[in-house]
């Protein structure tokens, strides 16, 4: 889903960041209410948080942009009608016999490998850095000072580290497929 996510064009990877982050700004509304400041008029907190899902859509895509160009760039020398066919040729699926996908294949998946191992890198330092002060503050005799939202919080980089991993294993193992030579 990622790798396709940064195939999209820049305006489709700006939409598509903004609609997840309104998505998750609405659920928080309807589990915790609106925030009001009874010195600031109803329509502020809708105007600060539209600009929020606005900035946040362009810092994805400008962090994003890297990852689309090389991306395009190991799917350019395949016609725009096989390039999906690559794309799922390295994601999933039996090896393709037609050298030019498995290569376009091998160099997305080389991407997707180079993107895997640093989110693992940074996942595992914040879940790192998260239980060691869980058990820093145990270990002291004190009461973590975490409520629900900072435990959710954990549950959430661990299951993104987690994640990390498996991606990082799942790619390794398509590349070493795509190398082995397919007989014709």
């Not at 996510?5 to 609609?19: D, V």
Request: charged share 15%.
């Amino acid at each position: 889903m990622w790798t396709r996510f940064l195939l999209m064009s820049w305006w489709e990877r700006a939409l598509t960041a903004a609609s997840v982050s309104a998505s998750l700004h609405i659920v928080g509304w309807c589990a915790n209410g609106m925030p009001v400041n009874a010195d600031q008029p109803w329509w502020a907190p809708l105007v600060a948080t539209a600009a929020a899902i606005l900035l946040g859509a362009v810092v994805v895509t400008a962090f994003t942009e890297r990852s689309h160009a090389l991306l395009v760039k190991a799917l350019s020398g395949i016609d725009a009608a096989r390039r999906p066919t690559a794309v799922a040729a390295a994601l999933s699926g039996p090896v393709p016999s037609d050298a030019n996908i498995r290569d376009a294949a091998i160099q997305v998946n080389q991407r997707r490998l180079r993107s895997a191992v640093m989110w693992r890198a940074i996942w595992s330092a914040l879940l790192s850095l998260e239980v060691l002060a869980l058990v820093g503050a145990v270990w002291a005799g004190r009461t973590p000072p975490w409520g629900g939202r900072d435990a959710m919080y954990l549950v959430v980089h661990l299951a993104l580290t987690l994640a990390a991993w498996h991606t990082t294993f799942d790619v390794k193992h398509r590349l070493q497929m795509l190398r082995v030579p397919v007989m014709a």
